[in-house]
């Protein structure tokens, strides 16, 4: 499932333009088409990386023309140890590209609220990401348009995100509905992406794929600089003003303070019940590449097909997951969020149970799973992860201390960030031993993580449930 974030603190401002569209202000599809044509240039590039990686740059003689190659291979070697192989190389690369896109969209929130505003880093995110892009067609300049893109996704991501919110005064009922088109957003890029970039880049040619991950993200910021002004004005001189003004924050309890190191303590457990979903981009394309059986209607299917399903079953089973807990809390008592992570990692984990027994039988027979077996994976991991990454980011924003939730909020996302650093050890694996016992890692980890969230289910759960006693001030 490709999981993506609004920004869960950002506040509502005046609007100079009142103009709306099906009930919701114009500035809302501005967003919506900008974050789908961003995520398009960023999942057509991603779903490319690995199998580039693999069947092309890494090999004699286009990983000869890499400028800066040498060093950072030494660089990852030491992170990760030396790779055994290119598929070992190529995962490091991955894990370690996309763990950096998940930490420095805090540094773009940073230069966005202290010095540029969001509108002019929003502009300078899509443009690095675009020449990312295409810097991305020759093979030296293949580490520049990597560091890039990071920049770009860093500078875009959260600062994008945030507008949505500041769309809508307080108390306004249509900000959720608001968030769900955003999804629908972020849905409609991830599904168009593997079937443009990534045909292209299978069938025609790899430079033609990431090409046009280039030409969408141009797209995308020339939506949101002809919409600009039906969306907030940017917020960094009210900030200024309203901090100057301030009164002084309220003291933390010793409540907020135990829910704080909680918080922190869940971080890393997170980050273990999300290498499965995060697995999906990396050597479980290259494993599934070889393995299954990708004949549909007589025509193979290309790899890259996967990563569309995953997005299409990502968007229909998160819909899917709200419908039902809508409909369970009118008839019995809704569980909890810790409750829902669990119930998540569990059904998570029988997706990567059923890829380790065809993995198994695979080896031992050489026998090709269906194509129907990989799309029962896609669906069965995102009706797991559609269980825990929306529930975990609606418990760190109702629970964290009110003092500083944002910053706690901004921390929750390194999940990912230490989540994909593991993907990237983790995949390194893949060829030195055994699949069935690679993939049973993967569910041995999601299980163990929700055995965690058992334990401090039963430990703590009271203290994660809505506050109803305030506690004494320290």
Known sequence: MTIEEPDAGSRPVDLPHRREFLGHPVGLPVIAFTEAFERFSYYGMQTLLVLYMVKALLLAPHVEHIVGFGWFSTVLAGIYGAPPN???????????????????????????????????????????????HFLMAFDVSFLLALLLLVLGV???????????????????????????????????????????????GEEVGWHWGFGAAGVGMVIGLVIYLAGRRHLPPDPLTERRAARASAAPRAAMTRRDIVVLILLLFMV????????????????????????????????????????????????VTLAGAVAFWRWYARH??????????????????????????????????????????????????????????????????????????????????????????????????????????FWGIHVGAILGAAAVFVAIKLVFGKLLLPEVVESPAI
């Open 86 to 132: 290119t598929q070992a190389l190529a995962s490091h690369i991955f894990g370690t590209y996309t763990m950096l896109v998940y930490v420095t969209p805090i540094l773009g929130g940073l230069l966005a609220d202290r010095w540029l505003g969001k509108t002019t880093t929003v502009t300078i995110g899509a443009l690095l990401m675009a020449a990312g």
């Open 332 to 437: 019995w008592r809704e569980p909890d969020e810790m409750s829902k992570l669990i119930i998540g990692c569990l059904i998570s984990s029988s997706a990567f149970l059923l890829v380790m027994i065809v993995a198994s039988r695979h080896e031992a027979t050489g026998v090709k799973p269906a194509l129907w077996v990989a799309l029962a994976v896609n669906t069965l991991n995102n009706l797991g992860f559609a269980n825990v990454f929306p529930v975990s980011l609606a418990l760190y924003s109702r629970a964290a201390p009110r003092a500083i939730s944002g910053t706690v909020v901004g921390i929750y996302y390194l999940f990912l960030a230490l989540a994909n650093y593991l993907v990237g050890v983790v995949g390194g694996w893949l060829e030195i031993m055994p699949a069935g016992q």
């Open 268 to 315: 890393p457990v997170l980050a273990v019940s999300a290498i499965g979903n995060q697995q999906m981009f990396n050597a479980y394309l290259v494993w599934a590449d070889r393995s299954y059986e990708f004949m549909l209607f007589g025509h193979r299917m290309p790899t890259s097909f996967l990563v569309s399903f995953d997005a299409f079953t990502g968007f």
């Open 154 to 200: 860093g500078c875009l991501k959260g600062n994008l995100a945030s507008q949505v919110g500041a769309l809508y005064a307080p108390g306004d009922g249509r900000a959720t509905d608001a968030f769900q088109i955003y999804y629908i957003g972020i849905s409609f890029g991830a599904f168009f992406a593997p079937l443009v970039c990534g045909a292209l």
